[in-house]
């Protein structure tokens, strides 16, 4: 079993800076990618950004360039560094560790970007 925690949401206001943190512990397994997604309020789920084992990470369009998706393999770790954040940016931001047993998910931070 692979159990995922994330931290690091809070309030910050437009234009600020999160650093999104998450961490998979349990049983011996392998990942094969780590990711983000977010849900806002009254809104569907949607993807934010991953990688996989090499550098190259996927963005969403609606943060390229704003965010940065990081990892730590040692340590079974996926950061999101988000950087110039929206009202729009607001919603519950969920990790995930994909392993060739499936998809484990945190149950999520919230991230509120307010003035």
């Known amino acids: 079993q692979v159990q995922v925690m994330e931290s690091g949401g809070g309030l910050v206001q437009p234009g600020g800076s999160l650093r999104l943190s998450c961490e998979a512990s349990?049983?011996?397994?392998?990942?094969?990618?780590r990711g983000w997604y977010r849900q806002a309020p009254g809104m569907q789920r949607e993807f934010v950004a991953a990688?996989?084992?090499?550098?190259?990470?996927n963005y969403a369009d609606s943060v390229k360039g704003r965010f940065t998706i990081s990892r730590n393999n040692a340590k079974n770790t996926a950061y999101l560094q988000m950087n110039s954040l929206k009202p729009e940016d607001t919603a519950v931001y969920y990790c995930?560790?994909?392993?060739?047993?499936?998809?484990?998910w945190g149950r999520g931070t919230n991230v509120t970007v307010s003035s």
């Open positions: 990688i996989a084992s090499g550098p190259q990470a």
């Open positions: 995930y560790f994909r392993t060739p047993w499936g998809d484990y």
């Open positions: 349990g049983n011996r397994f392998s990942i094969l990618a």
